[in-house]
């Protein structure tokens, strides 16, 4: 029998045949990576890329904290199960400049402590409230620069998660995630503009048909823009996912800014609302985090030709060449007017 549809309210709700779950006393749900939003490792904006690398040596760490309010509810009919109601996470990334064209970099998600309503109500086991989320490690290459006088900068960014979350946190898909993303940023006067687009091949989500396996492939867009300067900057990033089991697109609409503290050491502070009723899009977000970026200055043209060295003692115990005190005569008997002819006088 065809599952029914479920009228969908504004937030991340779910229509899933609650009835329609193995007749036990409890069943589990079945595990998937809930979040939706990646932080990004590196030079860019909080949230979004902007196809810049870190130069060759630079270090770049970052510690990002967030809040999400209903990034799961459950809707049969006129029931309705806010299954995870307040969730509070942690990321933390770092990447490392290995070339001019090459970065590697990682992330490790922690969930910290979410809450909802009791499952069990409906026959499912209550979530975890901590757990460890999907890692990931990453390549970044870059295209173009516009550190060599290019117009943009242009970079494609390789991921790959490890299933090693809790699924019982539903931080961890059933299988490996691979994304491949291409990004690109400019400058226009005091503001930075930057695209991405990519996708995301993963595992079918669950509960967009139970019993459900297979890969899906999501499409992932993202647009920002941020100012530029040394002291506050402002930031915008709009982010949004596609893909076939997904009920409606999830957008999410995040604005902040980032000051520096000290040399390298920025605070960032992002929030915003989130559209769709796809799991993991909260009605609200709200992000705080502090990174630090270390780079080495650019190095020095090498010239072609050494220079000769020349050292100050030497200067000092050179002799001191004068001009020869000799003077070579100089004829000066053509210079005279000639004498006048005694015989043609007179």
């Known amino acids: 029998m065809p599952m029914p549809k479920f009228p969908l309210k504004h937030g991340a709700l779910v229509a899933l045949l609650l009835g329609g779950l193995p007749a036990r006393a409890q069943s589990t749900l079945p595990g998937f990576d809930l979040e939706h939003l990646e932080v990004n490792v590196g030079r860019g904006l909080s949230v979004l890329r902007n196809g810049e690398l ?14 999400q309010q209903l990034p799961l ?19 933390l990334s770092g990447s ?7 970065e590697v970099g ?32 990453q390549a970044r290459l870059g295209v173009l620069s516009r550190r060599d006088d290019q117009p943009v900068d242009l970079a494609v ?25 291409a990004h690109v940023g400019t400058q226009v006067g005091s503001l930075k503009p930057s695209l991405e687009a990519g996708v995301l091949l993963r595992s079918r989500n669950p509960l967009s048909a139970p ?79 502090v990174s630090f970026r270390s780079e080495p200055p650019p190095r020095m043209e ?9 050292r100050l003692e030497e200067l000092q115990t050179r002799p001191e060449r004068r001009p020869a005190q000799h003077v070579e005569p100089v004829p000066t008997r053509e210079l005279l007017p000639p004498e006048p002819d005694s015989s043609s006088q007179p």
């Open 54 to 67: 870190l130069v060759t040596g630079g270090l770049s760490v970052g510690l990002v904290g967030q809040y």
């Open 73 to 91: 509810v459950l809707l049969n009919g006129e029931r309705q199960l806010e299954l995870v109601r307040n969730r509070a996470s942690a990321v």
């Open 96 to 102: 490392y400049g290995v070339l001019p064209w090459l």
């Open 106 to 137: 990682a992330q490790v998600p922690i969930v910290l402590w979410q809450q909802g309503e009791d499952p069990s109500t409906v026959g499912l086991t209550p979530l975890a409230s901590q757990g460890l989320g999907t890692p990931e490690v």
């Open 157 to 181: 960014d390789l991921g790959l998660g490890l299933p090693l979350g809790s699924a019982a946190v539903l931080g961890r898909d059933s299988g490996l995630r691979v994304r491949a993303l």
């Open 211 to 289: 019993g459900a396996t297979g890969q899906a492939l999501e499409v992932r867009l993202g647009a920002g823009v941020t100012t530029s300067g040394q002291g506050l900057r402002g930031e915008l990033a709009v982010k949004a996912a596609f893909a076939a089991d997904m009920a409606q697109p999830s957008v999410e609409v995040l604005g902040g800014g980032r000051i520096p503290l000290s040399e390298g050491l920025e605070l960032h502070a992002l929030a915003g609302p989130g559209l769709g009723n796809t799991p993991g899009t909260p009605i609200a977000r709200v992000l705080l985090g």
């Open 302 to 310: 090498t010239l072609p030709e050494p220079v000769p060295q020349l």
